[in-house]
C-alpha cells in the first residue's frame, strides 16, 4: 500500500522560502515518476514540479527558477525547495506519484503554504 505523507508547509512572507518534503512508504519513490501539484481555493489542482524514473526535471512556467523537485532515494522522499516566494503560491500542496500503469494514481493529504504580502 503507497502512503504519501506532506510536511514542512506554513506561513511565510513574500520573497521568503519554503522546503517541503513527501516521505513515501510502501514504494520506492525511484521507481516511478513523482509530482507536486497545488490548489489554491476556487481553481483547479495544477501541476508545479515533476521528476522522472530518470531523474529529469520538469517545472510549471510560473515556478520556473524559484521552485526546485529533489530525490533522496536512500530516505524515499520527494523534496520542493520553494524560494522568491510570492503571494499567488498560497495553496495547498500535495505530493502525487505516479503508478505502474500510468498516471498519478497515488497522493498525500496536502499541506498548507501561506504567502503573505
Known amino acids: 500500500q503507497v502512503q504519501l505523507v506532506e510536511s514542512g508547509g506554513g506561513l511565510v512572507q513574500a520573497g521568503g522560502s519554503l522546503r517541503l518534503s513527501c516521505a513515501a512508504s510502501?514504494?520506492?519513490?525511484?521507481?516511478?515518476?513523482m509530482a507536486w501539484y497545488r490548489q489554491a481555493p476556487g481553481k483547479q489542482r495544477e501541476l508545479v514540479a515533476m521528476?522522472?524514473?530518470?531523474?529529469?526535471?520538469n517545472y510549471a512556467d510560473f515556478v520556473k527558477g524559484r521552485f526546485t523537485i529533489s530525490r533522496d532515494n536512500a530516505k524515499n522522499t520527494v523534496d520542493l525547495q520553494m524560494n522568491s516566494l510570492k503571494p499567488e503560491d498560497t495553496a495547498v500542496y500535495y505530493c502525487?506519484?505516479?503508478?505502474?500503469?500510468?498516471?498519478?494514481?497515488?497522493w498525500g493529504q496536502g499541506t498548507q503554504v501561506t504567502v503573505s504580502s
Open positions: 502525487a506519484k505516479e503508478s505502474a500503469w500510468g498516471g498519478f494514481a497515488y
Open positions: 510502501g514504494s520506492p519513490v525511484s521507481i516511478n515518476a
Open positions: 521528476i522522472s524514473r530518470g531523474g529529469s526535471t
